[in-house]
């Protein structure tokens, strides 16, 4: 197939990219770098399979050439307000790239006749009542809180992508992500795996916000790239979560990558504020992945962290 990936140089989409071509098919990455690092996809230079174009997916998309399949991860990813540590937040380009960026992907799948998957996110639960999040719990979303730029652009992106299926008859597929880690992740998002693996390399202590009880649940950026290929072929069209269930508070998390890190000092910082609208508790329930997929992740936290810090190593240059 050829396929258009938007966000290609982004910390998912670059992965995608390798899956997809080393599954035989041609990809039209297409990026701003607003997030994104053109290092991602450095190593697919003189690649016949891959080729670029630089362009903002809020403003039209013009693509020659027959598109069999396009894949929407262009956004700004990290939800937080600015937080303690200062980390910049984007919110009109994160709300731009779900309402336009998703409508004018929508256009180009619409035009060519192609398939569409758009990259969706455990945020639309918000700060969920219900535990583990299923795919038919509908969310606890403050519409002007602090992360709704991103939980509302999301929620919209999904509502369009629905619109098109039901309304052009485009073959639309949906996937909810839950919180990711892996390399090529953004050093400087702010989130706290590469805070926590930064801080515990230059024996800092781990900034933990608030008392550390609020959980997230870690899935390693193999496994959730093998489910959304899976989804991709499928025919499937309503949500699917992509996560690990494993979940682990924040102060837990910090002491695993204190020992990974091998972190004798082992300190962490607490402040007493956490970020706006933060959600106390997230853990994906993928029974629907897992009949529909047959998809389940294998890779353990601390495995994951074993395969990423040396990235994290060669880019601080230790
Ligand atoms: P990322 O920031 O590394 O990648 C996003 C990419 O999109 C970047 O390369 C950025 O430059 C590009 N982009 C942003 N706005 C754009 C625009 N207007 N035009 C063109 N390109 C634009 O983030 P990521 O973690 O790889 O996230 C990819 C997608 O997956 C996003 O849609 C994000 O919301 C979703 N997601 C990620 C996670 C996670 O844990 N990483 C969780 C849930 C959902
Ligand atoms: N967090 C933290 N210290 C940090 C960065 C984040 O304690 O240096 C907390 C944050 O408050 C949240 C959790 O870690 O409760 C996950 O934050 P992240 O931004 O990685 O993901 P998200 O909140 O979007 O799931």
Redesign the pocket.
């Known amino acids: 197939m050829r396929i258009l990936l938007t966000g290609a140089a982004g910390f998912l989409g670059s992965h995608l990219t390798d899956k997809l071509i080393n599954e035989g098919h041609h990809v039209i990455g297409m990026d701003n770098f607003i997030t994104g690092n053109e290092e991602n996809l450095g190593h697919l230079a003189g690649n016949g399979k891959f080729s670029f174009i630089r362009h903002d997916v809020s403003n039209f998309i013009l693509v020659t050439g027959k598109i069999d399949y396009v894949l929407h991860f262009a956004s700004p990813a990290?939800?937080?307000p600015a937080?303690?540590?200062g980390y910049p937040n984007l919110p009109i380009q994160t709300l731009k790239a779900g309402a336009l960026g998703t409508h004018n992907s929508l256009g180009v799948a619409r035009a060519h006749n192609a398939k569409f998957l758009l990259a969706s996110t455990?945020?639309i639960y918000g700060d969920p009542q219900e535990h583990p999040q299923k795919e038919t719990y509908r969310g606890n979303v403050d519409p002007i809180g602090a992360?709704s730029v991103?939980d509302e652009a999301k929620r919209f992106a999904e509502a369009l992508t629905m619109a098109y299926h039901r309304f052009h008859q485009i073959d639309t597929r949906i996937v909810r992500i839950?919180?990711t880690f892996g390399p090529r992740m953004r050093l400087d998002?702010?989130?706290?795996?590469?805070?926590?693996i930064q801080?515990a390399l230059r024996k800092e202590p781990?900034?933990?916000?608030?008392d550390?009880s609020?959980?997230?649940s870690f899935c390693y950026v193999s496994d959730l790239i093998d489910g959304i290929y899976k989804l991709m072929m499928s025919d499937y069209h309503e949500p699917v979560n992509l996560g690990n269930p494993n979940e682990i508070s924040?102060i837990e998390?910090?002491d695993l990558v204190n020992k990974t890190v091998d972190n004798t000092s082992g300190k962490i910082k607490k402040?007493a504020e956490?970020?706006g609208n933060?959600?106390?508790r997230?853990q994906p329930d993928i029974s629907r992945a897992k009949s529909i997929l047959n998809w389940e992740p294998k890779i353990s936290i601390q495995a994951g962290l074993e395969k990423t810090i040396p990235y994290f190593k060669k880019k601080m240059g230790i």
């Open positions: 990290s939800p937080n937080s303690p540590l455990s945020e992360r991103y839950f919180n998002d702010g989130r706290v795996v590469p805070n926590f801080q781990l900034t933990i916000y608030g550390g609020q959980t997230r924040v998390f910090a402040t956490r970020l933060d959600p106390q997230r």
